[in-house]
Each structure stands twice: as structure tokens, then as C-alpha cells.
């Protein structure tokens, strides 16, 4: 079955009244020295937690955080100060249980009481040494089901992975998704499936051949398609153009010139831009046509011409979806591009979505976290659901 045409069983479909409900949410979230450095994705989880205690249920939650392969790992990647933000945003206790496994994680859900919060350590602490989580160990799945007696997804972050915490257990127990995954699925799914038009798609970010299913699905749902990036420095060579020292990918050079060839009124590409002689910040910084590239400068932002043309383009649409920052918006000296697409999206009144790691990272660093109709959760996630890609995590939840 197509994921678009499917309905699945959320949350609001389950009697949690005393019931121990097993949410696997995604607070993988950067830290630094024990310090949380963006709590989004914890601020994101936190609707269907707070359903699940409103609801009486005995509430035990399950995430991954980053990856663990050695003793070292585990101690970088605890979940702990995790589980003291969640408290603070909940306003609610939330015992961390410093284990994936055994007696003391037994015996704590043994004693809870209807509205108790239970954050399990990193679920990846299973994949030191045998990858029991990321391989979906079924012994594993199993031992998590037994804990439980209904299964919530909401990490949309982790939908794309067959792993034991989302697919091993939904395959025992009775499943739902949270408010998360299915805002998710209406905005990355519903909305953008049946865009108003005229439907703008921005596409920029590093590496052309990660995203060429994705630009070949979006170009026939798209009206206009703006490029920025590493992705349109691929298109201007193919183009012919002398990009100078500018990053590109060879391999996708012949995928960039039949897109030109096929869609070329859709297509529009940088016609200005700010660069280097290296791949870094605070060096001198260029700036020129991209017909007129001073030699050995490599392109590493979109310049105010091409601003104003994107502009044009942004102010008319009424569905966007955003992937991929235009420059390297980590610089400082490359950050302008994306900061004035952020900018002209928020006031252009369109029906916003951004999709993708580094963009939503940059949007809200940038300080439109509520700008935007919809911030996707998911990097990878995101892309492989508007490819058409069913997402594993997602598509063994029970239909409604
Ligand atoms: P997302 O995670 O949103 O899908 P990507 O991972 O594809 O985005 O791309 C983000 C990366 O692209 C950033 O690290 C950024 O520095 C890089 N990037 C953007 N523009 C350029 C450019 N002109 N040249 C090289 N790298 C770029
Ligand atoms: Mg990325």
C-alpha cells in the first residue's frame, strides 16, 4: 500500500486509562558537556506525552541518541540530561531508568502508577557490540514489547530505520502513531500532495546525488523549482558555465542537463553570488555574476540579485517546500542567502514546509522556529517520505 493512502491508528484510538503505553520518541538531540544545544526535538515530543498522562496511562518513553559503538560512546550518548529538560517542559517528574534492560527497569514499571513518566536510557546502548537495536533484533523487540501493552511511534526522525525500538516492537504490540508523526505525515503528505498553487519548491544543500530522487519527484508536482547551493553549482556546469573552483559533482552533471532540457522554464538558478578561495570562514570574501567568477573562487553563497529573483518567484506561491540552505549557512560570511529566503518565506504568507537537517537547523538558528507552517523533525526521514519511499516505522503501525 501507498503510505499516502493509508490511515493509521493514532494515540486518540487506544484506552490508556492504566495501561503501560510505550512511546518511542525522537529526542536525539545535540549535547555538549552534558548541555542540551537545541531542544526542539524534546519541545516536539512533548504533546503526545502530555496526552498520554492526561489520559492516566502509565507513560514510558524510549529514544535513540546518537550512535553508540564503543564504552566511550555510551557515556557521551546518555539520555540523562535529556530526561531533566523533558521534566522542566512537562512540568511533571520523569524517572530516568540508567539501563535498556534488566531488574531495575522491570521493577520501576512494576511500581508505576497511572500518570508516572519512565525515560529509558538510549535505546542505542544495544548496539554496543552487536547492533541488537539497529539490526531490529527480534529477541530484543520482544523483551521492549513485554514491557508494554500498547505502542506509540512519534519519532518521525527514526521512521526511515527498521529498528527494534520502533519496528520490533510495533510488530508485537497493539500500535498507534503520536501527534507528531501524523502532523508530520499531513504537512510533508496531505498538504504537499495537493499544494496550492503555485507550488515553489527551494532546493539547495551540498550533494546533488543524495537528493536526485527527490528533485526528480518534486519536478513534476512543482510549477517552479529555485536552486541554491552545491546543487546549482552542478546545474550551472551543466550548463556550461565556468564555475571556477566551486564545488559540483561530476557524476551528476548528465542528470542536471536533462532536467534543463526537460523542465527548463521551471528551473532557475543563481544569477550572483558570494565565495572564497577556500572552503572556510572569515577569509576574504568575493563577490560577482556567476557569469564572471574571478578564478580560483569557489561559490559559496547566492547573492542579492539572485535574492530578488527568487523573491519574485517566493511572493507568488502559495504552497513552498523548502530543502537544503542556499550557502553554507554555518559561516558567518555565507549565512545571508538563506537568512533572506527565511526572511521573504515568512512574509510571503505562503503555506511554508522545510525539510531536511541542515535547513531546519538553520532556520531556526536563524530564528524562525514559528515562522513556518511546518518544520519537519526528520532529516532523512523527511526526503525518503517525498520521494514516495514508505518508511518502515511508520508502515507497521496498526490502520485504523
Ligand atoms: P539538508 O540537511 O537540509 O537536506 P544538506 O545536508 O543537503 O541539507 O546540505 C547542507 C550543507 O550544504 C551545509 O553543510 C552547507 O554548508 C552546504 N552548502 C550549501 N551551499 C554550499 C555551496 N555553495 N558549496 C558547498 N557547500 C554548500
Ligand atoms: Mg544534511
Redesign the pocket.
Known amino acids: 500500500m501507498k503510505m499516502e493512502d493509508s490511515m493509521k491508528k493514532t494515540i486518540k484510538d487506544f484506552d490508556l486509562l492504566n495501561k503501560r503505553v510505550i512511546i518511542r520518541c525522537d529526542l536525539n538531540v545535540p549535547i555538549k558537556d552534558g548541555v542540551i544545544l537545541d531542544d526542539n526535538r524534546i519541545r516536539s515530543s512533548v504533546k503526545t506525552i502530555k496526552y498520554a498522562i492526561d489520559n492516566n496511562a502509565k507513560v514510558i518513553i524510549l529514544s535513540h541518541l546518537g550512535r553508540v559503538s564503543s564504552e566511550e560512546d555510551k557515556i557521551k550518548n546518555s539520555l540523562y540530561p535529556v530526561s531533566i529538560r523533558l521534566s522542566e517542559l512537562l512540568n511533571t517528574k520523569v524517572e530516568f531508568i540508567d539501563e535498556t534492560r534488566g531488574h531495575v527497569l522491570e521493577n520501576a514499571i512494576e511500581n508505576m502508577k497511572p500518570k508516572d513518566v519512565i525515560l529509558v536510557q538510549n535505546t542505542r546502548y544495544e548496539d554496543y557490540p552487536d547492533k541488537k537495536e539497529s539490526k531490529n533484533d527480534p529477541e530484543l523487540g520482544k523483551y521492549w514489547a513485554s514491557l508494554g501493552d500498547i505502542f506509540i511511534n512519534d519519532a518521525f526522525g527514526t521512521a526511515h530505520r527498521c529498528h527494534a525500538s520502533n519496528v520490533g516492537i510495533a510488530s508485537i504490540l497493539p500500535s498507534g502513531i503520536g501527534f507528531l508523526i501524523e502532523q508530520e505525515l499531513k504537512m510533508l503528505g496531505d498538504t504537499l500532495n495537493n499544494p496550492k498553487k503555485p507550488y515553489l519548491v527551494i532546493m ?4 546533488i546525488n ?2 536526485i530522487p527527490v528533485i526528480e519527484k518534486l519536478v513534476t508536482k512543482a510549477d517552479y523549482i529555485l536552486l ?6 552542478t546545474f550551472l556546469k551543466a550548463k556550461g558555465m565556468d564555475i571556477k573552483s ?2 559540483y559533482d561530476k557524476d551528476s552533471i548528465s542528470f542536471a542537463s536533462n532536467m534543463l532540457k526537460k523542465y527548463e522554464d521551471k528551473i532557475i538558478l543563481p544569477i550572483d ?1 558570494y ?1 572564497s578561495n577556500a ?1 572556510q570562514d572569515g577569509l576574504e570574501v568575493s563577490y560577482s555574476d556567476m557569469t564572471n567568477i574571478p578564478d580560483g573562487i ?4 547566492i547573492g542579492p540579485k539572485t535574492i530578488k529573483l527568487f523573491s519574485e518567484y517566493i511572493n507568488k506561491a502559495k504552497t513552498v517546500f523548502w ?9 558567518s560570511n ?1 549565512e545571508y542567502g ?1 537568512k533572506q529566503v527565511c526572511q521573504t518565506l515568512k512574509e510571503s504568507g505562503a503555506i511554508v514546509v522545510v ?8 532556520a531556526i538558528k536563524f530564528g524562525y522556529k514559528d515562522s513556518f507552517s511546518h518544520i519537519s523533525t526528520g ?1 532523512g526521514a523527511s ?1 525518503e517520505f517525498i520521494e514516495g519511499k514508505t518508511l518502515p516505522g511508520i508502515d507497521i503501525i496498526e490502520e485504523k
Open positions: 539547495g544543500g551540498a550533494k543524495d537528493k541554491g547551493g552545491g546543487i546549482a553549482n566551486s564545488v553570488g565565495g572552503y569557489m561559490i559559496l553563497d530543502n537544503g540552505p542556499v550557502g553554507v549557512s554555518e559561516f555565507f538563506t525539510g531536511g537537517g541542515d535547513s531546519a537547523a538553520a532529516g526526503l
